[in-house]
């Protein structure tokens, strides 16, 4: 799994709850008449979808999320090349101070780089809980790789990532496969390592897909709290 679970309280689970929605109202607000937007998954997402004007138009980074917008009324269009999106909104598992990102923890994370590369601007919505010091203080990075030869794969990223482990599904009985039929390696990214080296290093070994690195690709971050206030964050 990306990370180890952790218990929480019911009060925990409130506050965290409570801080996504306020980051989910701040988005909706930057969402005009005749957009046409990009949703990624996971629940920062949904609670986005819940919030949207009947008849959005977006294109959606994975099955689930398509499932969620059409039950809310959402025109969901696919991505042809067509058009440019206006906007992707999309959420984290984890956030540094210069907008670089860790994602993939629901296991979308090559859709979700592709919409988000298709759009005029990205921004990011999550719990401020998620803004770290460092990328991997406390979430294992998602390595998508082809199942045809994914143990190759795993020892030739051994000098990169040496800990990654093959995803499996929540029971436990089989591997996680991603909505384009790919397996997910997740792995501690060790201390002084450096982001940007890593994200191209990974791209180098065949057999790797993409990785959960998102790096120079936010322009803003809104980071709710459960008060329901919400810290925004812009590259500039």
């Known amino acids: ?26 988005a909706v607000e930057l969402v005009e008449p005749g957009m046409t937007i990009g949703l990624g998954s996971g629940r920062a997402v949904w609670a986005i979808v819940e919030r949207l004007p009947r008849e959005t138009r977006g294109v959606v980074a994975s099955e689930r999320t398509r499932e969620r917008a059409l039950a809310a009324g959402v025109e969901v269009v696919e991505l042809d090349g067509s058009f440019e999106l206006d906007l992707a909104l999309d959420g984290a598992d984890e956030v540094d101070g210069s907008l670089g990102l860790i ?4 296991g979308a994370l090559l859709r979700e780089k592709i ?26 990075l998602p390595v998508e790789v082809v199942r045809f030869g994914w143990r190759d794969t795993r020892r030739r990223l051994s000098h990169l990532l040496p800990d990654a482990e093959l995803r499996s599904t929540e029971d436990g009985s089989e591997p996680y496969i991603t909505d384009e039929g790919h397996y997910l390696l997740d792995a501690r990214i060790a201390p002084g390592t450096e ?3 890593l994200a191209d290093n990974l791209l180098r070994v065949p057999g790797v897909v993409e990785h959960g690195l998102f790096l120079d690709m936010a322009d803003v971050v809104l980071l709710g709290r459960p008060d329901g206030t919400v810290e925004r964050l812009e590259r500039f």
């Open 195 to 197: 982001p940007a080296a």
């Open 103 to 106: 994602k993939g923890g629901g």
């Open 1 to 26: 799994m990306p990370s180890t679970p952790r218990f929480r309280s019911a009060c925990e689970a409130a506050a965290v709850s409570d801080a996504r929605e306020a980051a989910a109202a701040a």
């Open 115 to 140: 919409v988000i590369s298709a759009a005029r601007r990205f921004v990011v919505v999550a719990e401020a809980m998620k803004k770290v010091e460092r990328l991997g203080d406390g979430f294992r």
